[in-house]
Each structure stands twice: as structure tokens, then as C-alpha cells.
């Protein structure tokens, strides 16, 4: 199944269509493509990953859009160095990331890992949910970081 998803996205990313599909500003692929590819990773065993940076208002105001842009870059960077078998879309905004892992849980709190670890090295923090559905990954982050009061999950990694 990874093979075919694969063929899709290399497919895609030839063509016209990857233009639109690609996120210049993070390189990574954007969340139109995710919606694209649902049907695929929903058979296809996939785990989610979902990582909300925290406190990036903070850190843009800090330190500039541009430096805040190139650390979250960087990280990503660093991150898909690893050769997991992982996509990363962006998600909403630029501090929010959905990463399809082609595998278990087991699979996926190595890549968990590795993205906090990712985020770390470049001075971020980020929050992060594992599930095998993709939207209660982002509701386990959600309920962790709740618009007012305490959030003693935040920085975590968290399991549905």
C-alpha cells in the first residue's frame, strides 16, 4: 500500500498539480493533499502524528515571521533527514503539522520523537497527538491547549 501511495505522490509532484499542492514556505506538502490522499491512508495503515507548535505567536514576535519561518523549516528539515516513512502536510497554519506514518503506534512515537526532538534542536516546543484516525490526533492536541487556562500537557506527547 505505501508503494501506491508513493506512485501517487511522485506522480503529483511531477506534474502541474504539485505546484499547488506544495508548500513553498515550510516544504512540505499542504493539507489540499492530504484531503486528496484520505481515502489511501485511511486503508492503508497509517498512524497520525499531529504536532502544534507552542507559544509560535511568541516566538514571531521574538524573534521575526522570518527567523520564526527558517527555525520551523530547519526542524523539518531535520526531521525528514531520518527516512521515516512519513509524510508531512502542513496543517492549518504554519505551526501546525499533520505527519501520515506508514505503520503502528509503535512506528509512530518514533517519528513523535523525532519531530519533538526536530522542533527542540531549532528552540521550539510543540505539543503532540497519536492516533490512527487524523482527527482525534488533532483533538487529543486541541483539549491539551485550551484557549484559556492551564496546560500542563503542553510540550507533550500524547496517545489516543
Request: hydrophobic fraction near 50%; charged fraction near 20%.
Amino acid at each position: 500500500m505505501f508503494a501506491t501511495l508513493l506512485i501517487v505522490v511522485i506522480v503529483i509532484q511531477a506534474g502541474i498539480i504539485a505546484r499547488l499542492l506544495w508548500d513553498t514556505t515550510y516544504h512540505c506538502w499542504k493539507r489540499e493533499l492530504l484531503m486528496l490522499l484520505q481515502p489511501i491512508l485511511a486503508i492503508g495503515g497509517y498512524t497520525f502524528v499531529f504536532a502544534d507548535l507552542d507559544k509560535f505567536g511568541q516566538v514571531n514576535d521574538r524573534v521575526g515571521y522570518e527567523q520564526a519561518n527558517q527555525m520551523v523549516r530547519s526542524s523539518l528539515r531535520r526531521f525528514s533527514r531520518n527516512g521515516d516513512l512519513a509524510l508531512v502536510f502542513r496543517y492549518f497554519s504554519g505551526d501546525e503539522f499533520l505527519i501520515a506514518v506508514h505503520g503502528n503506534r509503535q512506528a509512530a512515537h518514533k517519528v513523535a520523537g523525532r519531530m519533538q526532538a526536530a522542533f527542540q534542536a531549532n528552540g521550539l516546543s510543540a505539543t503532540i497527538g497519536i492516533s490512527y484516525a487524523a482527527e482525534q490526533a488533532i483533538h487529543l492536541v486541541q483539549q491539551a491547549k485550551p484557549k484559556n487556562g492551564p496546560r500542563p500537557l503542553m510540550g507533550k506527547i500524547l496517545e489516543a
